[in-house]
């Protein structure tokens, strides 16, 4: 149970009202709506790596995985396993993201990545000897991305953790990733 009540959309600003009814209706954004000046921009950065990122979509979405696993985030898993099901990726991949590594499921990539993500969801700075590992087989500006998509999740994991959301009674029909495009560019 949600620890704050759903915003009512007619309670917020008509700026946040009319994002949130372009959004994907999840629970997650139903409550972000009502965190005040944070909700836009989060979501303007949710967007920046969810559709325009430097990795590619399975890596992100393999990263946001590990991250929701490590933090117990139940929510999180569901929503990005249904994701990554939409994307293509295999029942296997998916549940390698979960599991122990090296993953026979991944490359050696993925794994050195999810390692590396591991050591910077469980310590403040990620080990130097699995940054360089990750960092091998990734430009400067992706592994970057790898450290921002790991530091995002963990501040997600913990609202939704925190705050209680929900798991929606049904999956919406899409990936909701178009929907966050559209949101923001039609604002912009």
């Given amino acids: 149970m949600a620890m704050l009540p759903y915003p009512d959309p007619a309670s917020l600003p008509a700026d946040d009202a009319a994002l949130l009814a372009k959004l994907p209706p999840l629970n997650i954004f139903r409550m972000l709506a009502g965190s005040g000046p944070s909700f836009q921009p989060l979501m303007a950065l949710f967007n920046a790596y969810l559709n325009n990122g430097l990795l590619d979509h399975e890596m992100r979405e393999l990263i946001i995985l590990r991250v929701g696993h490590v933090c117990g985030s139940a929510y999180e ?25 090296p993953s026979a499921h991944l490359s050696e990539a993925e ?38 998509v790991t530091g ?22 899409s990936s909701g990733l178009e929907e966050i495009a559209n949101s923001l560019s039609a604002a912009n």
């Fill in 152 to 173: 995002i999740y963990l501040l997600v994991c913990r609202y939704l953790e925190t705050m209680g959301i929900e798991i929606e009674e049904t999956d919406i029909e």
């Fill in 77 to 101: 898993q569901h929503q990005h396993r249904r994701v990554s099901r939409m994307i293509g990726m295999s029942d296997e991949r998916i549940a390698a993201a979960s599991g122990a590594l």
């Fill in 111 to 148: 794994n050195s990545v999810l390692v590396f993500v591991d050591s910077l969801a469980i310590h403040t700075k990620g080990d130097p000897a699995l940054f360089e590992r990750a960092k091998q087989h990734l430009d400067d500006a992706a592994i970057q991305e790898v450290v921002i």
